[in-house]
Every structure is written in structure tokens, then in C-alpha cells.
């Protein structure tokens, strides 16, 4: 065990001073390490910030210690229980001096004795169950010890001998994690007394009281499980915390999320009399009956699955937030009140298992399986030049480099794993709708393109612990990437039949990831958010119409364009994923689903607003309230309904959804974002332009692309069809490939390539619709010319961006090949090439012939040179 002193590193200087620490948490964190760290790292120099090594203690345990505390009544004292069964106390201020002593062995309350046990070492020990996880002290010298074996009652004053062997839990009932609970006295008839939450290798939790010794089942004061959870149900308590009023109890699970509870949600300030306490105890005669308590809140967008002793802590003065670690590495912070994520935190290089939170001050420690504890500090950013305002962070985000969607990285990897994704139940509901924006990026476009390549894909990717992390820091941009793929972790697992990392559902875990999300949207470009209406994102009054980048100097931004680059323009409003809008909205679906945070108010209605109003939240019915980006969506014209079905919309109140309505609404925003795409061009923003673009494609593949139990009536009206919403991905596409080709050049091929795939069935033969590998199947033989005559007139484009791409490649024959296939498209449709399209195929011939020419004269010199030598070989020999 370690000892550290970190007082230097909780003061108020900066450790890095403008450094990447103390920057925006939105910001790029690319270049991870500032330079004044490595430079004073380097010369073992002390550095504001940093914490001194004090000790290094031999604590006497043969395999790993679990849990360290200080012994108060001892001073210079500690206790630690570890792997190997045993709990001991030692001595930090003598630790060469005096070895540690045993408080509790593994040699007593098993069967067998520890001369039997030692020559086989720890793998005897584990196999008999004999771990202890934690410890907590009830007074000076008495305290619980949980373990495989049970909860056990130990006294600091009695030999290892004489320390109780029996269970406070009953037999075979191992204990993972504890917590103490008493009810601040009031008044003369309110319990004081000492009780204990435990939890093991199950759903449920239980309160016990310690003054009963009839058995475990007299013990049981009330039971706590989630709704979603059965008692059969393969999940395990890995950590519990009790908030500081004692009011409500915080549960972590493996193979699941985070749950809150109240602890008596029906006596008033959560302190229930010695009537009541009884009357609770008398409901349960045996282990199985009795009442058991549903959860208030559950948490989590994090996966639990790794290791078996993630803790969960309330922190913060009022218990505002919930710290827990993850498989990711991440240390999660939530927002209690909303479910939201307040901070990120690239924590461990490989799982995270807990944060500590310091009780009153604004500090946090983070553990794991890497070598290394980590101090946080909770502050703003103390950079001067880092603007962490809403404008702030707006400009940051339109400041920053592009990324590439999974849609636009790998397309056909999308649509191989939506197609190997069988329909998703969950048990509680209705079937789980997987949108395409959700499948998390592929890291080899070669994976993917079967039921194999998925599964493959899905080791690569979700079969170690921990992702990759450019440094300790607040890493809210991973944020999005990291959900998805925990999410698709979970949907291939049950996918294959394994065990589900989060056994109370996917519908549920979906919903907190779609918040979690728009949370984080609305804060990274400053903007408000509501969690009774996530979805629905405005402006802050003050910050309208500022710039949020300067315009480029060689270009006139034209008025009407210039809304696409103020604070509060439309397009930063849309939801970035359509699955974080569509599935909740009565508009697009027809069984919309509850959106953003869900606190159980039908069992707990007076308790949840009683506490919740605190906090400044209290959710309420989800509304439907206009927004700036649906309203001006809905200004575009109809493409997706008859006039006839116009005119019976004008006499009669519509139903809440309906398919064409939909379809339309779908479009008008994909639309949209293709246009506020072209906006951001003509005023210099490539970056933006390609964001939008992006996202707009993104919209199109919700009814383009079949995806695990989607909207039929939406994947129905485009599939196989020349549509308009088909039309406008084509075009989206061939714009992208025009900005990609600045700076990603392989990714702007990758779009022109896409396209020509899209538009070839409705171009290769006039009045038909073609499929196949080898478009050798006839899906429509009735197909309108105007079809042929529009996809030909796209086709020419895509040849013409597709050609642009390869003569930047210096890639000349295939750029002749290309553009000459564009002049051929053009003419079929009795039209003359455009011009820049003839020069562009007149330079790509002469850099063709330039090539050849050089090519050559290199192919002259190298036979040149290998006639010299055998002339030189002939003279040597001769």
C-alpha cells in the first residue's frame, strides 16, 4: 500500500499554467501533454499540482489488497482486507520495525485449517471463497467485514480466533459491498440504532438490522430492486452509497447500470419510528417474501462489466452528482438530477473501477487497473485565454477540425451490420429500434461486410478493456463515440446470446444515451437545454446573432447567408443523431417512446418532487413545442403528399403521425441541413459545411438504409424508389466529396464512389429499376423517363466530382476514364459539356502524357544503367 501527500496539489495554483488541463473541456486535446510538464517531469523537479511520495507499506497480504481505511481510535493506524481473506492492521509510523497484524483470518470459519491451505497458496484460498472486498468501522473497535463468505462482525480487541464466524446474512450468501445506514435522531421515538445495506451475487439489496441475532431473515428491514431486474437475474452488487441525509441508497451493478433508491419514501424526512420499523421487519418471514422496493432514478450510459468492484459515490454538498467508473477507462459523472454527464474522465489506460470523492471540498480520486491513482480537481478553466462562455464554447465548436460519421466513413459497413442485426426485444417493451446512427465507426473498412466481419469487428473492438486516450484529461468529446459503442456492445451481445452487459434493457439504456447526448450537444454549443423537452434545444437571448467565425477575407458573405454562421442558427438547433428525435416524437413514429430523464413519480410522487425541486429540476410531462428548425423545415415545399391528400389536410384535423407527414418532415430537415451545408461554404466555413453535410446524410439513412425493427412505412416509400429524399442524399453526397476534397481526399472519393452505387439502378437502362450484384434483376419495368433523365443528370456530376478527386491524386488514367464518362452521360441527355468539365479533361491528358513521358525517360535511364554495368563486367573479365 501507497501512501501520498497531496496537499500541494490541492491548492489553488494552477498545475499547468495554460496548459491543456486548464482549457475549455470541449476543446481538442490532441496534443495532450503541455511542455511545461514534460519539461519539469523530466529534471524531478517539484511542480505546482503534484503529490510527494510518502510510504510504501508491506502490508503482509499474499494476493490483492480490495480496501485501505485509517483507524481513528488508532492513530498512525490502518486497516486493509485484500484477495487473500484476511483483514489486518498496521503501522504507518513504524513499517520496518513492526510487521502488520492479523484481525481476521480465512483459517477460521471454513472448513479445513490454514496449515492445509498454505502450501497451495492463493489458488486454494480463492477456490474455497474466502475474498474480503471492504470494511467499515461501527465505533472504535468494532466494525463489518464483507466478503465471499458473508458479512461478518469483527472487534479490533479480540484474536483472530475469537472473532465471530457467523454471517450476519445467513449461510452461503457472500457479501460484495456494504453500507451504514442510521437515521439522524429527532425526537424521543425515532430509531437511532445501527443498521447496514448489503449486497452480493444478486438483484436485491437489503437493509438489516444488527440488533437482531434470530437469523438473517428477522434481520431484513426492506428490500431494494430495479423494476427492470428479476431475482434470477445474472447480475452482481458491486458497489453501494448512501446520501448524506440518508434518505436515498445508491446501487452499482455489474452486468448493469446505477439505481437509486429511496430508503423510506413514506415516513416523513425518511426517519420512520420504531412502529414502523417493526412493522417493516414483520414482513419478512423468509429470505423470499416481502415487499421489495422499486428504484427512483437509474443512471448510466457506462458499461459495468470487467471487473467486479466499481463503486458508485454521491458527491457534491447536496449529493448533486453521482461518480462511477466503467469499462472504458472513463471516470462517469452524473448530473442527479437529469441523468446527464457533468464530466468525463479520461481516468485509467485500462478499466476505471471508482471515483472518491473528498466530502466537502471539490476534489476527486479516480482508480483502476493501470499503476496509477489519479487526483481531480472539480474547477472552471483557469486558462485566460480559454472562453468557456456559451459563445465560448459555440465558436470552439465551429472552430474545430471535421470528423467523419460512421455513415460517411464506412457506409456499406452500416448497411452489412444493420442487415446481420436480427430484430431487438426488449422484455418489457416493444421492439428496440437501432437507427443507423448508432453503429460506432469501423476501424477497418474491410470489416463488416457479413454476420463474420461483424463479429470480428466486434472483438477488435469491444473484446479489451479500455479504448485508447490521448491523456489525463476531461474527454467530454469522446463522449459520443464512447456511447455508441457501449451501446452496440449491448446489442451484439444479445445479438449472439451472450450475456447482456446491461441486463435491465436495452429501451431504457437507449433513452439515457439519447439525454446523455443532447445534453451534451446543447453544451457544447452553448445553448439551453430542457430536460422536460431534451430534444427540443434554443438559443440564449443574449448571444443571438453574434459571429461565430470570421468570414473568409476573399469572400463577400452574402446577407441571406450570413444566418449560417451567427450563434443560434438553425442548423446548430437540429439534433445531431436522428435517433436522439425521432423515436420520441409523436410527429415521426407511430409509438413514440417517454424521452429524457424518467424518475419513477408513479410509486414516489411526493418524495421525488420533495427533493427534486431542491436541485432545480423537477421533470414534468414531456410537451411538444415548436422549435426554430421545425418551423422554418416545414416552410419548404411538399414533395412527399398528393394534392388530394393536401386538400383533406385542410379540412380535417390530421392525427398526430402520419407516414407522409413524416416522410416529409424527415426530408425538409435533411434538406435543410444540405442547404445551411451550402451557406457555410459560401461564407468560408468548410468545416461546418462538411458537419452539415454529414448530418444531412445521416437524416437520409434513416429511411434509406434498413436497420433492426425501423419505421416501415418510411424504409417502404424510398425502398427501391426514385425519391426525393434519395435524390437529396445523391446530391449531399456529391457537395461532401467537393469539401472532403480539400483536405481528405480518399474520403472524397469514397463519397463519389458511394453515389455512382446509389444513382446506378435508375441509370442504366432507361424505364427500369435495377438490383443485384450485378444489377442483373428488374425490380420496375414501368419506371418514368424523368427518373432515368434526373439520375443520368447526377451520374454526370458524380463522374465529373469523382474525376476532380483523381487528378488531385495525380491518379491521370483513371481521371480521363472518369471524365470522359461524364462528357458520355451529359450528351445522352442531348446537353453540351460544361466547359470547366472539358478542361479539367484536357489538363488530366496532359499530365496522362506528361506521366507516360517521364515514366519512360526513367525506364531509359534505368536500362542505361544496367548496360553500363554489364559493359563495365565485361571489361573486369576480359
Not at 523 to 550: C, H, I, S, T
Amino acid at each position: 500500500v501507497k501512501f501520498w501527500d497531496v496537499s500541494r496539489a490541492m491548492g489553488m495554483d494552477n498545475p499547468l499554467p495554460g496548459g491543456k488541463y486548464s482549457k475549455c473541456p470541449f476543446a481538442d486535446y490532441s496534443n495532450c501533454q503541455s511542455n511545461d510538464y514534460h519539461r519539469t517531469h523530466n529534471n524531478n523537479s517539484s511542480l505546482a499540482g503534484s503529490v510527494v511520495p510518502l510510504l510504501s507499506l508491506q502490508t503482509g497480504h499474499r494476493a490483492n489488497v480490495f480496501h485501505v481505511t485509517p483507524v481513528d481510535a488508532h492513530p498512525g493506524k490502518v486497516l486493509t482486507c485484500g484477495a487473500d481473506g484476511f483483514l489486518r492492521m498496521a503501522n504507518v509510523t513504524r513499517p520496518e520495525n513492526e510487521s502488520s497484524s492479523v484481525v481476521v483470518s480465512p483459517e477460521f470459519g471454513i472448513e479445513g485449517s490454514m496449515d492445509d491451505l498454505l502450501p497451495l497458496g492463493l489458488f486454494s484460498l480463492r477456490s474455497e471463497k474466502c475474498m474480503c472486498f471492504s470494511h467499515h468501522l461501527l465505533n472504535a473497535n468494532t466494525g463489518l467485514l464483507c466478503g465471499e463468505r458473508g458479512l461478518f462482525q469483527f472487534d479490533l480487541r479480540l484474536s483472530p480466533r475469537e472473532q465471530s464466524t457467523r454471517s450476519l446474512l445467513g449461510n452461503d450468501k457472500g457479501c460484495k459491498s456494504c453500507a451504514i445506514w442510521s437515521a439522524p435522531p429527532s425526537s424521543m421515538d425515532i430509531v437511532d440504532s445501527a443498521y447496514v445495506f448489503a449486497g452480493g451475487a444478486s438483484s436485491e439489496v437489503a437493509l438489516y438490522d444488527l440488533r437482531m441475532t434470530d437469523g438473517s431473515e428477522s434481520r431484513i428491514v426492506q428490500k431494494y430492486r430495479p423494476s427492470g431486474l428479476s431475482r434470477d437475474s445474472e447480475v452482481s452488487v458491486s458497489g453501494l452509497d448512501v446520501s448524506k441525509d440518508k434518505r436515498e441508497l445508491l446501487v452499482s451493478y455489474e452486468n448493469d447500470q446505477v439505481f437509486s433508491f429511496p430508503v423510506f419514501p413514506n415516513s416523513p424526512g425518511g426517519r420512520p419510528t420504531i412502529d414502523e420499523m417493526e412493522e417493516y421487519s414483520g414482513s419478512y418471514s423468509s429470505d423470499a417474501d416481502g415487499p421489495v422496493l422499486s428504484e427512483l432514478a437509474a443512471y448510466g450510459g457506462h458499461l459495468n462489466r470487467f471487473t467486479f468492484l466499481k463503486n458508485a459515490k454521491y458527491a457534491g454538498p447536496q449529493d448533486e452528482y453521482i461518480c462511477t467508473g466503467s469499462d472504458s477507462g472513463r471516470a462517469w459523472i452524473y448530473e442527479r438530477a437529469t441523468g446527464t454527464v457533468a464530466a468525463f474522465l479520461a481516468a485509467d489506460q485500462s478499466t476505471c473501477n471508482g471515483v472518491m470523492p473528498h466530502p466537502s471540498l471539490p476534489y476527486f480520486i479516480t482508480y483502476g487497473i493501470d499503476s496509477t491513482a489519479k487526483l481531480w480537481r472539480a474547477t472552471p478553466p483557469v486558462d485566460r485565454d480559454a472562453d468557456d462562455s456559451p459563445l465560448g464554447r459555440a465558436r470552439e465548436y465551429h472552430r474545430q477540425q471535421y470528423e467523419k460519421s460512421t455513415l460517411v466513413r464506412s457506409w456499406t459497413y452500416a448497411k452489412a451490420t444493420a442487415g446481420s442485426i436480427a430484430t431487438l426485444d426488449d422484455d418489457e417493451s416493444e421492439a428496440v429500434t437501432i437507427y443507423p446512427d448508432q453503429f460506432p465507426v469501423s476501424e477497418s473498412p474491410t470489416i463488416g461486410n457479413s454476420i463474420l466481419g461483424s463479429i470480428l469487428m466486434r472483438r477488435r473492438m469491444f473484446g479489451m478493456r479500455g479504448t485508447r486516450m490521448s491523456g489525463i484529461c476531461n474527454d467530454f468529446r469522446e463522449l459520443p463515440n464512447i456511447l455508441q459503442k457501449n451501446l452496440f456492445s449491448c446489442v451484439i451481445a444479445s445479438e449472439e446470446g451472450e450475456s447482456e452487459p446491461v441486463s435491465s434493457g436495452l429501451a431504457d439504456l437507449v433513452r439515457r444515451m439519447s439525454t446523455i447526448r443532447l445534453r451534451f450537444q446543447a453544451d457544447q454549443r452553448g445553448l439551453l437545454w430542457n430536460p422536460n423537452d431534451p430534444w427540443v434545444l434554443a438559443p440564449r437571448d443574449f448571444y443571438k446573432g453574434m459571429e461565430l467565425a470570421e468570414p473568409c477575407a476573399r469572400k463577400t458573405v452574402d446577407v441571406s447567408k450570413r444566418e449560417s454562421i451567427v450563434y443560434g442558427n438553425p442548423y446548430d438547433l437540429i439534433p445531431g443523431s436522428p435517433s436522439d428525435w425521432l423515436p420520441y416524437d409523436p410527429e415521426m413514429t407511430k409509438t413514440p417512446l417517454p424521452c429524457g430523464p424518467r424518475f419513477n413519480v408513479e410509486d414516489y410522487d411526493d418524495f421525488y418532487h420533495e427533493r427534486y425541486s431542491q436541485l432545480g429540476f423537477v421533470i414534468e410531462e414531456t410537451k411538444m413545442p415548436g422549435t426554430r428548425w421545425r418551423e422554418k423545415a416545414k416552410q419548404t415545399d411538399k414533395v412527399f403528399e398528393s394534392n388530394a391528400a393536401a386538400v383533406n389536410k385542410q379540412e380535417a384535423t390530421p392525427s398526430i403521425y402520419d407516414s407522409e407527414r413524416a416522410l416529409q418532415l424527415l426530408y425538409d430537415t435533411a434538406l435543410m441541413l444540405k442547404e445551411g451545408g451550402n451557406a457555410a461554404l459560401e461564407s468560408g466555413s468548410t468545416m461546418e459545411a462538411a458537419r452539415r453535410y454529414d448530418c444531412a446524410i445521416r437524416y437520409c439513412s434513416v429511411a434509406i438504409l434498413a436497420h433492426p425493427n425501423a419505421n416501415a412505412d418510411l424504409i417502404q416509400a424510398t425502398e427501391r424508389k426514385w425519391c426525393p429524399l434519395r435524390k437529396l442524399l445523391v446530391s449531399t453526397r456529391l457537395n461532401l466529396c467537393m469539401v472532403l476534397a480539400n483536405f481528405d481526399l480518399r474520403g472524397a472519393r469514397d463519397q463519389a464512389t458511394l453515389a455512382l452505387k446509389e444513382l446506378a439502378p435508375f441509370c442504366t437502362q432507361p424505364g427500369k429499376v435495377l438490383g443485384g450484384k450485378k444489377l442483373s434483376t428488374v425490380y420496375n419495368e414501368d419506371e418514368p423517363m424523368s427518373t432515368y433523365q434526373e439520375a443520368k443528370e447526377l451520374q454526370a456530376k458524380a463522374y465529373f466530382r469523382h474525376g476532380s478527386v483523381d487528378l488531385k491524386v495525380g491518379d491521370y488514367d483513371e481521371a480521363v476514364d472518369e471524365f470522359e464518362e461524364s462528357i458520355k452521360c451529359t450528351k445522352e441527355l442531348s446537353k453540351e459539356p460544361d466547359p470547366v468539365l472539358l478542361r479539367r479533361l484536357a489538363e488530366a491528358k496532359r499530365e496522362k502524357i506528361r506521366k507516360s513521358k517521364r515514366q519512360k525517360r526513367k525506364f531509359k535511364r534505368m536500362l542505361a544503367k544496367e548496360a553500363l554495368k554489364e559493359e563495365e563486367e565485361d571489361i573486369s573479365q576480359g
